[in-house]
Nanobody, 123 residues
Framework: VQLQASGGGLVQAGDSLRLSCAAS????????IGWFRQAPGKEREFVAA????????YYGDFVKGRFMISREATKSTVYLQMNSLKPEDTAVYYC?????????????????WGQGTQVTVSS
């Protein structure tokens, strides 16, 4: 499956952004889709994921209710709605697809990766 992340940009603290991850190539419904992020000089960290059928969504501890992940099967797209953005949310955000694990949170559990989209939050 091929993944295309988009929607990043430069915003101010407190603003919102919606990232999109468009999938193509294989049956979208067969994959868990996750979002990760990587800030300069830091390791990539888990942000959120949604299960194959969209029945369950789960988040990294730092999210604290500010982000919401959803999927739209008809468009083979997963969204990450990010609200109340903070400067520390500045990072490259990647989407990834997993065809096998249950509730994957680790990078190695994901089989396919998109190219990333830059999110910059100014103070």
């Amino acid at each position: 499956v091929q993944l295309q992340a988009s929607g990043g940009g430069l915003v101010q603290a407190g603003d919102s952004l919606r990232l999109s991850c468009a999938a193509s190539g294989r049956t979208f419904s067969g994959y868990n889709i996750g979002w990760f992020r990587q800030a300069p000089g830091k390791e990539r960290e888990f942000v959120a994921a949604i299960t194959r059928g969209g029945g369950a969504a789960y988040y990294g501890d730092f999210v604290k209710g500010r982000f919401m992940i959803s999927r739209e099967a008809t468009k083979s797209t997963v969204y990450l709605q990010m609200n109340s953005l903070k400067p520390e949310d500045t990072a490259v955000y990647y989407c990834a697809a997993d065809g096998g694990s249950s509730y994957p949170r680790k990078e190695f559990e994901y089989d396919y990766w998109g190219q990333g989209t830059q999110v910059t939050v100014s103070s």
